[in-house]
């Protein structure tokens, strides 16, 4: 059985609104994002939504001088992620000093 483009589409529309209204839940929680491109990982602060773009303020990524700003990752651009929620375990501190 295969899907008709059209089902294949609704699924992938849905998909990606289930994640908008997940990340616009998690505004001000913490997230660990990867993503297939440069830089690859991010770790702060959700600030916002912007569409399909979730804005970060990035505490940690692959190097210093792209730290300590806010981002803007599609969702689309997003392979996997975890956010942090009272109670749940929590997004270790990275840090070069240890």
Do not use: C, K
Not at 16 to 45: C, H, K, N, W
Not at 49 to 56: A, K, T, Y
Request: hydrophobic share 45%; glycine share 4%; aromatic share 12%.
């Amino acid at each position: 059985m295969t899907l008709s483009r059209s089902a294949s589409y609704s699924h992938n529309v849905m998909h990606d609104m289930a994640l908008v209204d997940y990340f616009r839940a998690s505004i001000g929680q913490r997230a660990f994002i990867l993503t297939p491109s440069y830089p690859f990982m991010f770790i702060g602060e959700i600030v916002s939504l912007i569409g399909d773009q979730v804005e970060l303020a990035v505490e940690t990524t692959h190097f210093a001088q792209l730290e300590n700003r806010n981002w803007l990752i599609h969702i689309d651009n997003i392979e996997v992620f975890y956010i942090e929620f009272p109670g749940d375990p929590r997004i270790p501190e990275l840090n070069d000093m240890l």
